[in-house]
């Protein structure tokens, strides 16, 4: 993973965040939350869009939407 590439933060298989990776100091990745989906549906309201926010889940993928 690298500065620049689209993430999916999964926390189970139908509720991610997905975003771009902004910075990666040590083991800690950061990324512009971009949108968020919980049980299978878009959250437009969550209140850390557009934010820069760490890791939160447990699996961490590649994401092209």
Do not use: A
């Amino acid at each position: 993973m690298k500065v620049g590439d689209k993430i999916k933060d999964i926390e189970d298989g139908d509720c991610f965040y997905y975003g771009t990776v902004t910075k990666i100091n040590n083991k800690e990745v950061f990324y512009l939350l971009e949108g968020v989906i919980w049980d299978g549906e878009k959250d437009t309201d969550f209140e850390d869009i557009g934010k820069e926010i760490p890791l939160k889940w447990w699996k961490i993928e590649l994401y092209e939407d």
